[in-house]
């Protein structure tokens, strides 16, 4: 499975690194990733993992050491195509997942197709949308609380899932994404323009 974020350098990395120590085949991307983004993995995001291993009585590598030397890496399509599920962490990250879909695929029918595999990680969880908080720029002495929040966040969905036979526990209340490709992309573009890319932004502005 396919965890994606905004830079690749936090959250995502954290949600591949719980998904394998919990048995789940997974990978990660950025959604946002750019020349001004940190390439290496966040420091408060690595602690906490470790100290989460080391409160379950495992060995302090026993998440991490599926992320050591990791950099960020920008999502694709053949990303995508490659994943049996794809989980991004935000509504905006789900937005740019959908766009590159209808931008990429080779038909309607491949799109939709494509799609029907990416959900918000919380819905997927829970059957309700909360976001997963940024760690990346919090004051210093507020970071091991963020990230110890992050990283309990994304776990308790992990597990979630994985507890549902690596499926979605319940379909999400009232979401915009339950629906078509096409209604998923009027949603983005009406919403959540400022969080898309410029090439997207570009598709929005001429498409809808």
Known sequence: VLFVCGGNTGRSPSAE???????????????????????????????ALSR?????????????????????????????????????????????????????AD??????????KVHLLSSCATGKYTAVVDGFGVAESQERVVYNSIIQQLNSYILAIKHN???????????????????AVDYCCSKYSADLNKRYNHYCATQH
Request: aromatic share 8%.
């Open 17 to 47: 690194a719980l998904a394998n120590g919990n048995g789940i085949n997974s990978f990660s991307r950025a959604s946002g990733l750019d020349s001004s983004d940190p390439l290496e993995l966040e420091s408060g995001a690595v602690s």
């Open 52 to 104: 989460l291993a080391e409160s379950q009585h495992k060995s302090a590598d026993y998440y991490t050491r599926y992320i050591a030397g990791r950099k960020a890496q920008q999502l694709t399509y053949e990303d995508i195509l490659r994943s049996s599920a794809v989980y991004p962490m935000t509504e905006g990250h789900m937005c740019r997942v959908a766009l590159m879909v209808e931008l990429n």
């Open 107 to 116: 038909s309607e029918r491949d799109a939709q197709q494509q799609f029907d």
């Open 165 to 183: 036979h690596n499926s979605c526990v319940t379909a999400a209340e009232n979401s915009p994404f339950n629906s078509s490709l096409d209604e």
